[in-house]
């Protein structure tokens, strides 16, 4: 089973970037990232298919967060730029080492990292 490991999480202040990023084990179908801010539910975020490089965003986030990967395809980044405070969440990155969909059947998850985006 792929294992995901993030890092790159921390605070900033509004108008700040950072960038995440993700690792995986193996191979995976597509990786993405969803997002769980404080009294919030879970909300995707963003998805790639690692074969094809396609990308996908949630519309809270188009123009602001861009999900890329390496040229293995086995990391994947989100870099955020132009952050607000209501990007505060924990981050998680997620795969798929099947064929289904990162957005709406994910069945691996990394154990989070968290963004304070300060006002």
């Known amino acids: 089973q792929v294992q995901l490991v993030e890092s790159g999480g921390g605070s900033v202040q509004a108008g700040g970037s950072l960038r995440l990023s993700c690792a995986a084990s193996g191979y995976t179908y597509c990786m993405g990232w969803f997002r769980q801010g404080p009294g919030k539910e879970r909300e995707w975020v963003a998805s790639?298919?690692?074969?094809?490089?396609?990308?996908y965003y949630a519309d809270s986030v188009k123009g602001r967060l861009t999900i890329s990967q390496d040229n293995a395809g086995n990391t994947v980044y989100l870099q955020m730029n132009s952050l607000k405070p209501e990007d505060t969440a924990m981050y998680y990155c997620?795969?798929?080492?099947?064929?289904?969909?990162?957005?709406?059947?994910?069945?691996?998850w990394g154990q989070g990292t968290q963004v304070t985006v300060s006002s």
């Open positions: 997620v795969a798929n080492w099947g064929v289904d969909s990162c957005r709406f059947r994910p069945n691996t």
């Open positions: 790639i298919y690692t074969r094809s490089g396609s990308t």
